[in-house]
């Protein structure tokens, strides 16, 4: 049965801007939903693993143990000694993967060139570790680029992992993207997204259903194909501008038809640095309420995925790192939510 992971980045405002919300908080959540596990990003200064200090490290892993939660942990970059420390990270974690994508030079041939010359080191790390590296099609190459790095690499402890729609940003269609990683596939990054109009700011994070990407269809894939876990990624408002063009498929056509505009607010949020600034707690209960939304269409819609519960005032252990919000329809939302504190 392919395990059903929660990311750490779709909390990400509730680690920011909710009142006692940590690691231990994200733990307890994953548990009460009915994940299997959790990915946990592992960037400096640490704020979604709440810290790297060794007793906290084995009180943490202790805790995942208690509730019966797996964890892989995410950095970013390909140095090897830099990979390196976070596997000794992953170690005291109890780590089953550590998800990495490249950086450093802007220029794209050298990029590959380097990763392919770190991750064949990294790969003598991981076996040591026994804990195998998995690099992303993130938003700095391509899946077809991610194969060409791989394929090079040539190692069981260097595989993928497939974001459902990162490679969109290189107009890569995203079943194309899949076929170009399938063979090295671990684990994926579960999202959905609309690609808006040009000049009106490339691709937005929405409520996982509401989007334009094929998440049912990449899902049922990646199950067929036995990967091992599927991790849910939240990234309600998220915005990313779109790159140079390395795939085919035509704007506004298909996976990157344009929403009908004016936006519907919450659910296709544009506007969130302003409401950062005037009243951060409303993002945090907003991000809740997407993760509401995107709970309910994947139990409905995903037929390996109805065992997760959907929180709710009266749900699943409402403790104190839940926000309290009746999830009224979107349009009391956006009255609601765009009154300043």
Not at 121 to 148: C, F, K, M, T, Y
Request: proline share 6%; net charge negative; charged share 25%.
């Amino acid at each position: 049965m392919t395990k059903l992971f929660l990311h750490s980045y779709g909390l990400r405002y509730q680690y920011r801007h909710k009142p006692g919300f940590d690691v231990f908080s994200l733990v307890d959540l994953a548990a009460d939903l009915g994940f299997d596990g959790l990915n946990v990003s592992c960037f400096e200064p640490y704020i979604e693993l709440s810290g790297v200090e060794l007793a906290h490290l084995r009180k943490l892993r202790a805790y995942l143990e208690k509730r019966e939660i797996l964890i892989d942990i995410e950095t970013a970059g390909t140095e090897p000694t830099h990979i390196e420390r976070v596997l000794r990270i992953g170690r005291e974690l109890g780590a089953g993967y550590l998800r990495t994508y490249t950086n450093g030079t802007p220029d794209r041939r050298l990029r590959l060139e380097e990763a392919k010359a770190n991750l064949s080191q990294a790969a003598l790390l991981a076996e040591r570790a026994g804990i195998p590296v998995l690099l992303e099609n993130h938003e700095d190459i391509s899946a077809s680029e991610v194969g060409e790095i791989l394929s090079h690499v040539d190692s069981p402890w260097v595989q993928g992992l497939f974001d459902y729609v990162n490679s969109m940003l290189f107009y890569e269609d995203p079943l194309t993207s899949l076929e170009l990683m399938r063979r090295w596939i671990r684990s994926a990054h579960l999202k959905d997204c609309v690609i808006l109009p040009p000049g009106e700011g490339g691709l937005l994070g929405v409520p996982i259903g509401s989007g334009k990407a094929p998440v049912k269809k990449i899902t049922s894939s990646l199950v067929d194909m036995g990967v091992d876990r599927i991790c849910f990624e939240n990234t309600w408002s998220y915005h990313a501008a779109m790159r140079d063009r390395r795939g085919s498929a035509v704007m506004g056509e298909g996976f990157f038809e344009h929403p009908a505009w004016p936006l519907r607010e919450p659910a296709e949020y544009v506007h969130i640095n302003g409401l950062l600034e005037s009243n951060p707690l409303k993002v945090a209960e907003l991000e809740y309420w997407a993760l509401e939304q995107s709970l309910q269409w994947l139990k409905a819609e995903i037929t390996q995925f109805s065992r997760v519960h959907i929180p709710n005032r009266m749900g699943v252990n409402r403790s104190s790192y839940l926000v309290a919000i009746d999830n009224p329809p979107p349009e009391v939302l956006t009255t609601a939510f765009d009154q300043t504190a």
